[in-house]
């Protein structure tokens, strides 16, 4: 008897893999690298990557938001 194909992939020959939560800051990056989806444009719309992390967009915004603010307080 030969090997059979994988199991649960029916279908799913056309999508890629979702990238990791954090990148694993290795030199080298895996195909799941959100550092390196992000660099050949690949990453899923509505997310990014901030210090390494995947994040949403939204949470991004409200990130660069917070630290705005911040440093309009500081300021005044």
Not at 10 to 31: F, V
Not at 35 to 57: C, D, F, I, N, Q
Request: hydrophobic share 30%; glycine share 10%; charged share 35%.
């Amino acid at each position: 008897m030969g090997k059979d194909k994988k199991k649960g992939k029916k279908g799913e020959a056309g999508l890629a893999k979702l990238p990791k939560k954090k990148c694993c800051e290795s030199k080298s990056r895996c195909n799941r690298c959100p550092l390196r989806m992000l660099k050949e444009g690949s990453l899923p719309a509505g997310y990014t990557v901030h210090k390494r992390k995947l994040v949403t967009v939204e949470k991004a915004i409200s990130i660069k938001a917070a630290k705005q603010a911040k440093k309009a307080g500081t300021a005044a």
